[in-house]
């Protein structure tokens, strides 16, 4: 018999002196976070698998999931804080203490206080998001409204949505509904669990309509019916089914009598949106959007699943309130198989539970401090979030005038993410301190003061909760590299060093999660004691209808298809009911192409991991998606150089000629830092509702580079 050998074959057991630790992997959003099986010996990890135990993941892994111990154990991480030595870009530093680091930075910070007011310094986050509460709170008791995260261009655009109709967050109620209303919906290559909770109600008779411009895995697996709208166009096709819906009578009058506001507005409003009109305008035959209507109609119950991709664009949110209002009129609201309103639980994930979560953040907040960057440029944005809108924090420190910030704290900066985003290096060199915690010395922190580095969730353990009513507080597997501290131990110490009033955010991470826990029927001991997520028991299911019967947080109490928020502000310039705009295009002859920046890839978040090995074999050239007749007809084939020209500049990417994409529209995937399709993207061509920026309805023309 041969020898075994239990090392080289990564076998867990004491001849091998392999053990497996539990964590979960973070590096994407909070509503993913899977479980991750860690093999470590003498304090490295050698791999990473999924868990079979975890609630959520059952034990599966996507392809950036499966790279962890590459990201963590990247080259480039930063192991000491720096202190910059160079000029701004750079990435000259010099290593220094924590002790000196955080001395400094404190001190630096509150001189800008003293000097020009604590309103001129802002606050950031980008990746990860798990320390969020407690970087808002470091911003609300240090005295600054601005505090801004990367959700200034995802996902929030779509709750602002459902705050105007509805007055707070909904969630949809997959497994019990007739019909899955996939908009956006890719899950294959983003959220990938649903793709498994669609195929296992489909087996029980449930229909699925997906809205995609592209042919993807989910519109070959899922879709019953395939709509494909032109980029940007999503509000009129929504608008068409309506008026078939309208036409026909398939709606819920007794529903819309009780608990609905504005429908005789809306339903006039629609009525020029017929079928044929819904063609001219998005492209998709009339006899499919009447073809989706008649589905709606007879599945009686449909939902909608939340896809940050419809926020991106120039009318971004009218576009999700125009989706949204099929369910109103036909009443899937609070009800089995339709929408459920949802109270978010941490971190913007609803749970099933209520925690202090939202309490913690706004008590400290400074309403009599001048209003957050963004607040004059994009009213709704602020009347609803009280946020930063990140989008124009450029534009604020470039103006150079009494309203421009001088001083930023961020975890996470990420610049590429910004649309024309060369005008953020230019606004971090006018920042009288410009403080970045991160993982990596990234492009951004190269004009950075002061380099913090942060640590993993491998490195670190924090609360985790997850949609029905599970918990689990996450333990280190190794332990931090270099002098790596984790986010929360940063904002401690700042908050320390700050001498902040504020004696709950100065105790540290654990003394916060247990007082937003409080009244939760779990202890921060039986969390961290759970191998795994374990079920909070003691908490009453949700009732349906509980919501709407007792009234909404809107000025009518109702849905509203016709927003009184808006009505009563009309100095914004906004409509109150969820009207169409076409994109914009600054001149269609010059620009006859229609580009999506920041199509999904299933190995890539972002930039996060294009500088991850594994991960960037798999997409390695910057690459444009074209459709086979735009190649023929430009004579290019796979792997030519094609040019795509902007109002704003030109990048040349590798062409990828394919069937899935229509004529006249362009896929890029955007972070690839020697290609980045974010820099020649109007930084003005903002939703004036939300301030969302339109990656995926940027018109341009694409060229051929001649060999």
């Not at 994109?583 to 999506?596: A, G, I, Q, V, W």
Request: hydrophobic residues 35%; proline residues 6%.
């Amino acid at each position: 018999m041969k020898n075994i050998d239990y090392e080289h074959g990564k076998v867990p057991g004491p001849e091998s002196g392999i053990e497996i630790r539990r964590s979960m992997c973070d590096v994407c959003s909070p509503g993913m976070h899977c479980g991750l099986n860690v093999y470590v010996k003498d304090g490295k990890i050698l791999k990473v698998e999924g868990m079979p135990e975890h609630p959520r993941s059952k034990g599966k892994l996507c392809t950036k999931g499966l790279s962890n111990r590459q990201y963590v154990y990247r080259e480039d991480r930063v192991l000491t804080p720096l202190k910059r030595t160079g000029e701004r870009g750079e990435g000259k530093f010099e290593p220094i203490s924590w002790e000196q680091a955080i001395s400094e930075i404190a001190e630096k910070m509150n001189a800008i206080k003293a000097n020009y007011g604590a309103h001129k310094m802002a606050f950031y986050s980008g990746y990860s998001k798990w320390y969020r509460p407690m970087l808002r709170r470091l911003a609300s008791s240090f005295g600054s409204q601005s505090y801004g995260t990367e959700s200034s261009s995802c996902f929030t655009s779509g709750l602002m949505a459902w705050q105007v109709a509805a007055g707070q967050a909904m969630g949809m109620d997959p497994m019990h509904t007739n019909l899955f209303l996939g908009w956006g919906a890719n899950p294959v290559f983003s959220r990938w669990p649903m793709e498994g909770t669609i195929e296992s109600v489909k087996e029980r008779g449930m229909k699925c309509i997906i809205v995609d411009p592209r042919i993807t895995p989910a519109t070959e697996r899922l879709a019953d019916l395939h709509l494909r709208p032109h980029l940007g166009t999503d509000g009129a096709l929504a608008l068409s089914i309506a008026h078939v819906l309208i036409e026909n009578d398939w709606i819920d009058h007794a529903f819309i009598e009780k608990y609905v506001h504005g429908f005789p507005q809306y339903a006039a409003y629609v009525e020029s949106f017929t079928p044929e009109q819904g063609e001219a305008l998005t492209g998709v035959p009339a006899a499919d959007i009447v073809k989706a209507a008649e589905m709606l109609h007879e599945a009686g119950s449909f939902c909608i699943p939340e896809s940050s991709t419809l926020g991106h664009h120039r009318n971004g949110l009218q576009n999700y309130r125009a989706i949204m209002s099929l369910l109103l009129i036909t009443g899937n609201f609070d009800r089995t198989g339709g929408q459920i309103p949802q109270i978010h639980s941490f971190l913007e994930i609803a749970c099933g539970f209520e925690t202090h979560e939202e309490e913690f953040m706004e008590e400290r907040f400074p309403h009599d401090a001048p209003k957050a960057v963004g607040a004059k440029e994009f009213p709704l944005w602020y009347e609803l979030r009280h946020d930063m809108q990140a989008n124009v924090f450029a534009d604020n420190v470039l103006r150079q005038d009494e309203e421009s910030m001088r001083g930023l704290l961020a975890l996470g900066m990420n610049f590429r993410m910004f649309t024309q985003d060369a005008k953020y290096l230019e606004a971090f060199k006018k920042l009288d301190l410009f403080v970045d915690v991160d993982l990596f010395l990234t492009d951004s922190a190269k004009y950075a003061d002061y380099v913090l580095p942060a640590c993993t969730s491998l490195e670190r353990g924090e609360l985790k909760t997850y949609p029905g009513m599970l918990g689990w507080y996450t333990k280190p597997v190794i332990e931090k590299l270099g002098q790596s501290k984790s986010d929360a131990e940063i904002i401690t110490l700042l908050a320390n060093a700050l001498d902040l009033d504020d004696e709950l955010l100065r105790a540290g991470y654990d003394k916060i999660v247990g007082h937003i826990l409080e009244g939760v029927p779990v202890t921060l001991d039986q969390l961290k004691a759970a191998e795994w997520p374990m079920k909070i028991e003691g908490i009453a299911p949700y009732r349906m209808g509980s919501t709407i019967e007792k009234g909404l947080h809107t000025p009518t109490g109702k849905l509203e298809l016709y927003s009184e928020l808006i009505a009563t502000h009309p100095e914004w310039g906004l409509d109150p009911l969820p009207t169409y705009r076409a994109p914009y295009n600054p001149d269609p002859e010059k620009y006859p192409f229609m580009l999506c920046a920041g199509a999904r890839l299933p190995n890539a978040i972002h930039s996060r991991f294009h500088d991850v090995p594994w991960a960037r074999s798999l997409r390695t050239d910057p690459s444009v998606e074209l459709s086979l007749e735009d190649a023929d007809a430009l004579g290019v084939e796979l792997g030519d150089d094609v040019e795509i020209v902007t109002d704003v500049g030109a990048l040349t990417y590798k062409a990828i000629p394919t069937a899935t994409v229509r004529p006249g529209d362009l896929f890029v995937y955007h972070g690839y830092r020697e290609r980045d399709i974010n820099s020649i993207l109007n930084g003005t061509n903002l939703d004036p509702y939300s301030g969302f920026p339109a990656y995926r309805s940027a018109y341009c023309d694409l060229r051929r580079v001649e060999k």
